[in-house]
T-cell receptor, first 113, second 113 residues
């Protein structure tokens, strides 16, 4: 079992809809959680990070964390074609391993007009 | 705003040759991370440096070595290249131990023939 698992997709949503991306992780000691967006052949770009249980909103993006269930999600409201990309969930174990992110395999999102 | 600079952007080598990748972090960022991303794969953590000292080590082959210099730039040296080393190599930087809030460079694409 991978340490970080994402719904494999691809996920296709119409423009204006809500896209929901999910991620589970196996290490209960994980401290911080990140969503990166990666366009094909480009570098990952940080979208959201969340450390505490609950929701965190930033514009059209909402990250949700449930440590008891070892689950983190990303909601994208009012999806736009420019949101079409691979979304990578990443987990940081913390302790002395800051920056040592473990990534999920990514979910390909396509937003069609 | 200044970003993480990587060079070269593309590199083609033969098997058993040596390659060196360079990374210049964002100004005032003192931590550098190297990740390897194979085709269709998620980024895999290789190694990181904080204040010129190795801070963490991941799945970096013994044939690879890296260091961070006094100006905080970093170099990844890869020897005895194998076909399987063909990948995108990302450098990321953060200020202090970034808790996963990493800023990635555009990557160096290594092709081993």
């Amino acid at each position: 079992q991978k340490e970080v698992e994402q719904n494999s997709g691809p996920l296709s949503v119409p423009e204006g809809a809500i896209a929901s991306l999910n991620c589970t992780y196996s290490d209960r000691g994980s401290q911080s959680f990140f969503w990166y967006r990666q366009y094909s052949g480009k570098s990952p770009e940080l979208i959201m990070f969340i450390y505490s249980n609950g929701d965190k909103e930033d514009g059209r993006f909402t990250a949700q964390l449930n440590k008891a269930s070892q689950y983190v999600s990303l909601l994208i409201r009012d999806s736009q074609p420019s949101d079409s990309a691979t979304y990578l969930c990443a987990v940081n174990a913390g302790g002395t391993s800051y920056g040592k992110l473990t990534f999920g395999q990514g979910t390909i999102l396509t937003v069609h007009p | 705003a200044a970003g993480v600079i990587q060079s070269p952007r593309h590199l083609i080598k033969e098997k058993r040759e040596t390659a060196t990748l360079k990374c210049y972090p964002i100004p005032r960022h003192d931590t550098v991370y190297w990740y390897q991303q194979g085709p269709g794969q998620d980024p895999q953590f290789l190694i990181s440096f904080y204040e010129k000292m190795q801070s963490d080590k991941g799945s970096i082959p013994d044939r690879f070595s890296a260091q961070q210099f006094s100006d905080y730039h970093s170099e990844l040296n890869m020897s005895s290249l194998e076909l399987g080393d063909s990948a995108l190599y990302f450098c990321a930087s953060s200020r202090g131990m970034g808790f996963g809030e990493l800023f990635f460079g555009e990557g160096s694409r290594l092709t081993v023939l």
